[in-house]
């Protein structure tokens, strides 16, 4: 399943600059960094419960956002992308 992560977590605290870069490297081991709080995370239904549940223990839902946009395949179809960092296409080898 693709799945499209976006956060916003606050910072105004040293804390809340832990909790950004342990959100972003969670996002980061499952997907790709499409712009600097958004990820696209191609993954199956044992990975996807593991993300969730890590990203959840990282946040305070009190000072911090987090949403999950579960995109099915027509959706895919429907992405339009303009500029730089082309999208990347998950049925191929990921080689970097």
């Not at 395949?73 to 970097?96: C, N, R, S, V, W």
């Amino acid at each position: 399943m693709l799945i499209l992560i976006t956060y916003d977590v606050s910072t105004v605290e040293k804390a809340g600059m832990k909790r950004l870069r342990r959100v972003a490297r969670a996002c980061e081991d499952y997907g790709v960094r499409v712009q600097k709080s958004v990820f696209e995370c191609q993954v199956g239904q044992t990975e996807w419960i593991q993300l969730k549940a890590r990203l959840l223990r990282e946040i305070k839902s009190d000072e911090d956002s987090l949403r999950f946009y579960y995109l099915d395949e027509a959706a895919k179809q429907k992405i339009e992308h303009y500029g730089i960092d082309k999208p990347m296409d998950f049925t191929e080898p990921l080689i970097l």
